[in-house]
């Protein structure tokens, strides 16, 4: 089921696996990621959705603006208080892999997720998919 639809992002739900999925297709990120993702964070709270596959897997080099867009909102919206665990799992290129490796440690300092969210990084839809599937 089609929740978002913009020319450069879309936000599904996957009943089977009970799965949110936001594709964005673009080289950085814009108003329309920020909506849909936005639209995820909403219906995951509003609809008692526990897994959220962001497919972000373009060939744009990765940038510290992507923790504050992607873990702050995060971080924000969905609150402390949830009564089960919340699982994303974000697809990236390698080369964002590598940067969000390298600047984990920063990265944890400036935002960091709750302990109810469980948030990983992925260069593989499969890999992605298949962790989201064991949660």
Known sequence: MTLFLAP???LTYNATSQTLHLN??????????????QR?????????????LL????NAPSTD????QILQPLVNALPALQNRPLYIAAVVSEGQ???QISNY???????????????????SRRDANAWLSEN
Do not use: W
Request: with cysteine; glycine share 4%; net charge negative.
């Open 8 to 10: 450069e992002a879309s």
């Open 24 to 37: 964005y297709d673009a080289t950085d990120l814009s108003v329309s990621f920020g909506q849909a993702y």
């Open 40 to 52: 995820a964070l909403e219906e995951m709270l509003e609809h008692n959705v526990g897994k959220l």
């Open 55 to 58: 497919d972000l897997k373009r």
């Open 65 to 68: 603006d992507e923790t504050e």
């Open 97 to 99: 892999y590598q940067h």
């Open 105 to 123: 440690t920063a990265n944890c300092a400036v935002a960091l997720t709750p302990p109810h969210i469980e948030f990983n990084y992925f260069t």
